[in-house]
Structures are given as structure tokens and as C-alpha cells.
């Protein structure tokens, strides 16, 4: 059973910096493409960045620059590391993992199987 928990999340001011790391189990991190989301107030669930099962990395416009995605396979975890934070940063961020043999990250939340239960990243100005 594939388990992913998020951790890292917490309250920054603009400017600042965040590491969010996801823990996965079962040693999915070397197999499996992972992306991480977020959902902000109100709003529909959105991509922020995805690595596929090579490493290839992609990003959402909004985070690129500022964002990496970066995974530890000794350590089966796959991070984010958020620099240069904005307000409209401010959301629940999710990790998510897409089944075996899906190799490539993919912006569509509908095209992962696993999920993380969230960390709330709130940006402060």
C-alpha cells in the first residue's frame, strides 16, 4: 500500500523560504512519477511541480524560478523547496504519486493515484 505524508508546512513571511518534504513508502520514490499540488481558499487544486520517474523535472509558470522538485531515493523522499514565497502562495500543498508504469509527471491531479493528506503553507505580508 503506497502511504505518502507531507511535512515541512508553516507560516513565513513574504520573501521567505520553505522546504516541504513528503515521505513515501514501499521505495515508490524511485519507480513511480510524483508531482505536488495545492489547493489555495477557495479554489480549485492545482500543479506546482513534477518529476517523472528519470528525474525529468517540469513547473507551473507561477512557481518557476523559485520552486525546485527534488527527490532522495536513498531516502525514498521527494521535496519542494519554495524560495522568494508570495501571498498567493499561501495553500494546502499536496504530494501525489501516479501508479507503476505511469513514468512522466503530468499537470492533471485526475492522473495520480496517490495522495498525501496536505500541509498548510501560509505566506504572510
Known amino acids: 500500500q503506497v502511504q505518502l505524508v507531507e511535512s515541512g508546512g508553516g507560516l513565513v513571511q513574504v520573501g521567505g523560504s520553505l522546504r516541504l518534504s513528503c515521505a513515501a513508502s514501499g521505495g515508490i520514490v524511485s519507480n513511480k512519477a510524483m508531482g505536488w499540488f495545492r489547493q489555495p481558499p477557495g479554489k480549485e487544486r492545482e500543479f506546482v511541480a ?6 525529468n523535472t517540469g513547473y507551473a509558470d507561477s512557481v518557476r524560478g523559485r520552486f525546485t522538485i527534488s527527490r532522495d531515493i536513498a531516502k525514498n523522499t521527494v521535496s519542494l523547496q519554495m524560495n522568494s514565497l508570495k501571498p498567493e502562495d499561501t495553500a494546502v500543498y499536496y504530494c501525489a504519486a501516479r501508479r ?4 512522466a509527471w503530468t499537470i492533471s491531479s485526475g492522473e495520480y493515484d496517490y495522495w498525501g493528506q496536505g500541509t498548510q503553507v501560509t505566506v504572510s505580508s
Open 50 to 55: 513534477g518529476i517523472s520517474r528519470l528525474g
Open 100 to 103: 507503476t508504469g505511469r513514468t
